[in-house]
């Protein structure tokens, strides 16, 4: 298969981010130089990955501390790979439209269990590739801002 | 789907890390605690985990270092999680045995290129479920041994 060009390769990203069900996977890093990685639903709002965890899980904890967090959606052969910043958290029941936006692209509700916190995480490097003739022009977001 | 019984999760297991052609996002940690992850071919050898890649990539770098890895294979509703520690690295020129049962698994055949090494993990702790009714139970190895 060809080389998808730029404008198909982030035409595809935006409609595999807002596709209903999608999932995301989640690398942290702890203070202690320790990975964690769990894959977790996605709703994409407002340009912002935003996960559904527990308050107290390894992945907040991580969150919290650094800032970071490194996410892949897709499959490993058409995957979208994104570096990102923290930008907030907030309690489930506490921010009515972000729940209802969640919910509705999610195949599942967080709401009501207060255990749980909405993570929203800013893109600052996004790249997207199939197989290794695409690793050229891969990426499509630097420092935050679309290069496509 | 009613979650399945141990035996069945560690066969199904031990089906997909032989499965030609299967993929694994690797997650580690810098020292100063950044997360990198990076989806790459796998071969299921003796019971550890091969993949090959550059000697001076990040994820190389991050093992080296810490010593760990959090590995995930199959998609993110029938995963295979495993904390896996670095049993060696060794050229992809080095080890004829593992260049050809790590050829003959992946679809591709990095031998010849100097760039790249084989990186050998051990595992640690291995979980695997489908869906949130498979939480429980999930955990199919500790501290490198079998528990079902």
Redesign the interface.
């Known amino acids: 298969m060809s080389p998808r060009d730029p404008q198909t390769r982030k035409a595809d990203t935006l409609a595999m981010l807002a596709a209903p069900e999608i999932?995301?996977?989640v690398?942290?890093?702890?203070?202690?130089?320790?990975?964690?990685?769990v894959?977790v639903s996605l709703a994409w709002v407002d340009e912002r990955v935003v996960i559904a965890i527990p308050a107290k899980s390894v992945t907040t904890t991580?969150l919290t501390?650094?800032g970071?967090?490194?996410?892949?959606v897709g499959?490993?052969?058409d995957?979208v790979?994104i570096d990102a910043a923290l930008e907030r958290t907030v309690g489930v029941d506490d921010d009515q439209t972000l729940g209802e936006v969640y919910a509705a692209q999610s195949d599942w509700d967080p709401r009501g269990d207060s255990a749980y916190v909405f993570v929203v995480l800013r893109p600052v490097r996004l790249q997207a590739w199939r197989e290794s003739n695409e690793i050229k022009g891969r990426t499509l977001m630097r420092d935050g801002a679309w290069v496509v």
Chains 1, 2 share one sequence.
Request: hydrophobic fraction near 45%.
């Open positions: 999932d995301v996977w690398a942290t890093a702890s203070e202690s130089g320790e990975a964690h990685l894959p991580n501390a650094s970071r967090a490194r996410l892949a499959p490993t052969r995957v790979m």
